[in-house]
């Protein structure tokens, strides 16, 4: 397995006590596989891809369990100079705001080639080639000439995929894509999608999506996994989810998106809010905003039980729910 993360967990220390962002969290992704992490703001899915890796704001961020393998090695038992070399040429990440991003001044060039210069020793010339060369392959263009400007002067559009540049210019194992369609429109949210999928597809890289946008990933992701709360609910190939969800809040996810067919109803949400990390509810931290929740859900908390060889879910009632 390219990456296999163990009972991760991440806290952070707040005025308002200790808020666990990340409460045992796993997961594994192999190469040439994506892995989409889907749920609500705040339900961890970013704070986890910062743990693997490495970049966690320390303070307040704190991991206080678990592993990350990478290619058979605990990331969190390296230095910080070791980790600082699997970035970039082991693993890279893809940021959702591009433009805060990219230094804005530095030209796309610069920023490009720094990243041969550091890890590859090449000079500033033929650094600035390769960053042509990455400016094409992410279909930019006039690359030639455009490697010489700034952030500002690219689109929305344009200045993801020159993250995406980077990400896969030292041709990493993994990449982790944070949001990167956020604040697209959506046929420029469909390009940068289709990119990131024919670039796994010819590098063979394991991709980890984080989104919140279930229309994202029905037709790239491979797997998927829903969190609520700092946990993994439920894990399963895409195509099953889509077809019949084993945990409520994945239901009350898919019934949110808008759909052709019902054109004319109103809107299914989901009530009520993501609870508050520093007081986590006992039980099922989704049982006050769930309409199948009984008393045992609110006492004990249900571990990731196996519905399936390939498949798991953390409802005391996933069998009900997979039939509703």
Do not use: W
Request: aromatic residues 4%; charged residues 25%.
């Amino acid at each position: 397995m390219l990456l296999d993360v163990r009972d991760l967990k991440v806290e952070f220390r707040t005025r308002d006590g200790i808020a666990r962002a990340v409460n045992g969290v796993s997961f594994g992704v192999d190469a040439g596989e994506t892995l989409a992490v889907l749920g609500e703001s705040g339900s961890g899915k970013s704070v986890t891809a910062q743990a693997v890796m490495g970049i966690l704001d320390s303070p307040p961020g704190r991991i206080t369990g678990g592993e990350v393998l990478f290619q058979g090695r605990d990331l969190l038992r390296l230095g910080e100079e070791e980790r600082r070399r699997v970035r970039g040429a082991g693993m890279a990440m893809i940021f959702q705001d591009a433009l805060s991003s990219l230094n804005p001044v530095l030209t796309v060039g610069d920023q490009l080639g720094e990243m041969f210069v550091v890890h590859r020793g090449m000079s500033r010339k033929d650094a600035r080639a390769k960053a042509v060369e990455l400016m094409d392959r992410v279909r930019i263009p006039g690359a030639r000439e455009r490697v010489k400007q700034y952030p500002h002067q690219f689109s929305g559009g344009m200045r993801q995929r020159i993250m995406i540049a980077m990400a896969i210019a030292l041709e990493p194992a993994l990449i982790i894509a944070d949001e990167p369609t956020t604040a697209l429109d959506v046929t420029v949210q469909a390009q940068v999608m289709d990119l990131l999928a024919e670039l796994r597809r010819e590098y063979r890289m394991g991709l980890v999506l984080i989104t919140h946008d279930l229309g994202v990933v029905a037709d790239v992701a491979d797997r998927i996994a829903v969190m609520y709360a700092g946990r993994i609910v439920e894990s399963a190939p895409v195509h099953d989810i889509y077809k019949a969800p084993a945990h409520p809040y994945t239901r009350g996810l898919l019934d949110s998106v808008p759909r052709l067919d019902l054109k004319g109803r109103e809107l299914t949400a989901i009530r009520g809010l993501p609870p508050n990390l520093t007081r986590i509810p006992p039980g099922c931290a989704f049982h006050p905003r769930c309409p199948m929740a009984r008393d045992v859900c609110r006492s004990d908390e249900p571990p990731l039980y196996a519905v399936s060889e390939v498949r798991g879910s953390a409802c005391h009632f996933r069998t009900e729910c997979l039939h509703a």
